[in-house]
Every structure is written in C-alpha cells, then in structure tokens.
C-alpha cells in the first residue's frame, strides 16, 4: 500500500521557519517526481515546489523562491519542504504528491499525503 505521510506543521510566527518532512513507502519512487502543494481556506490548491527523485533540478513558486527549498533523502524515502521567512499568506494545509510522469500537478498526480496544517501568525 502507497502512502505518504506528511509531518512537521504548526504554529510559528511570521518570519519563523518550518521544515516539513513527507515520509514515503509501499513502493519505489525513484522514478518518480515529487511535490508540495498548499491550499488555503476558500482558495484553490496551488502548486509550492516539486523535485525528481533521481537528480536535484527543483521547481518553486514564485511566491515561495528564495524562502522555501525541497530536498530530498533518498535513504529516508523522504522529500523535506524547508520554509524560511514566513508569512501570514503562506498559512494552509500543505500536501505532499508524487507523479510517475512528468511533475505533479494539482489536478495529475497519482499518490497525495492527508496533508499537515501550517499557520503563521502575524
């Protein structure tokens, strides 16, 4: 059985960090690509940041550069989501993802996490 797991949301004040850990298991993922998507209340799910397994070329969104990076342990089976500089917007629920082709989408990916609930205050 695929699951995702994430872990390591909370509660930090606007211009704290988090880091977030997505434990993955039940399968290989060395082939696929893994991302971070967010959704905040009444808002749409949007895409944070994605990675590949098998090399370091990441993805972010623009709203996050230079603030958050993914990363990956391939020992762990596990893709971290480091959040500097936080801001009150960056408060949501924050969802792990993999798709075997292409980078995940909010829309295409074939495995999610339940998702880990960030809030930064202001």
């Known amino acids: 059985q695929v699951q995702l797991v994430e872990s390591g949301g909370g509660l930090v004040q606007a211009g704290g960090s988090l880091r977030l850990s997505c434990a993955a298991s039940?399968?290989?993922?060395?082939?696929?690509?893994m991302g971070w998507f967010r959704q905040a209340p009444g808002k749409e799910r949007e895409f944070v940041a994605a990675?590949?397994?098998?090399?370091?070329?990441?993805n972010y969104a623009d709203s996050v550069k230079g603030r958050f990076t993914i990363s990956r342990d391939i020992a762990k089976n596990t893709v971290y989501l480091e959040m500097n500089s936080l801001k009150p917007e960056d408060t949501a629920v924050y969802y792990c993802a993999a798709s075997r082709i292409g980078f995940p989408t909010s829309t295409r990916s074939d495995y999610w996490g339940q998702g880990t609930q960030v809030t930064v205050s202001s």
């Open positions: 039940g399968r290989t993922f060395s082939s696929y690509a």
């Open positions: 990675m590949r397994w098998s090399t370091d070329y990441a």
